[in-house]
């Protein structure tokens, strides 16, 4: 059983690029979400998703996208990298029915934009 | 707004000594509040999860405890080991979920 699964763990970008990061699960989970984790500011929520087809913003959703079109993924764009972005990006999934219960997270994604 | 706080930031202690790990909220309606073990260059793992109906949850020598009238709940590890060393989040559920900025323990031998 792998989880919850980021691609790629390191990634270095100049301004301007464009990039996905990966994420899948095979728990059969409903709810996913990406959040990115900087210094003093624990985790903020950049979007989510309560199922395939829906996605919602978190609360720092601009310069990012994302889209469901299955259970198991759930990849975020990055549009046009900004230094603003060098962060560690953080997937988690919590089991079918609500958003309230235990979350299981990914192993981060840490992105500097030069 | 819901907000979580956890103070202090980082924290040492000896080996053998209790850990006291603080988590505060400023919203009571809360649904459940998870505490997390983070270690440097790694994910979350989930410790323990306590239902808004929950006054506390124990698994080993963790012990989480949760008072929503005060808007507090604290993560007691005891016997603590250099093990435990890592960063320690706590995150609230209103539906929506709000993280601590975490307290980053070192346990020195």
């Known amino acids: 059983n792998a989880g919850v699964t980021q691609t790629p763990k390191f990634q270095v970008l100049k301004t301007g690029q464009s990039m996905t990061l990966q994420c899948a699960q095979d728990?059969?989970?409903?709810?996913m979400s990406w959040y990115r984790q900087d210094p003093g500011m624990g985790l903020r929520l950049i979007h989510y998703s309560v199922g395939a087809g829906i996605t919602d913003q978190g609360e720092v959703p601009n310069g990012y996208n994302v889209s469901r079109s299955t259970t198991e993924d759930f990849p975020l764009r990055l549009l046009s990298a900004a230094p603003s972005q060098t962060s560690v990006y953080f997937c988690?999934?919590?089991?079918?029915?609500?958003?309230?219960?235990?979350?299981?997270f990914g192993q981060g994604t840490r992105l500097t934009v030069v | 707004k819901q907000e979580v706080t956890q103070i202090p930031a980082a924290l040492s202690v000896p080996e053998g000594e209790n850990l006291v790990l603080n988590c505060s909220f400023t919203d009571s309606a809360i649904y459940n509040l998870q505490w997390f073990r983070q270690d440097p260059g790694k994910g979350l793992t989930s410790l323990l999860l306590?239902?808004?109906?929950?006054r506390e949850q124990t698994s080993g020598r963790l012990n989480a405890s949760l008072d929503k009238s005060s808007g507090r709940s604290t993560l007691y590890i005891a016997a603590s080991q250099p093990g435990d060393s890592a960063t320690y989040l706590c995150?609230?559920?209103?539906?929506?979920?709000?993280f601590g900025a975490g307290t980053q323990v070192v346990v020195t031998p």
């Open positions: 306590i239902q808004s109906s929950q």
């Open positions: 988690a999934s919590s089991p079918p029915g609500t958003a309230i219960t235990e979350a299981f």
């Open positions: 995150r609230g559920s209103w539906g929506k979920l709000q």
């Open positions: 728990m059969n989970h409903e709810y």
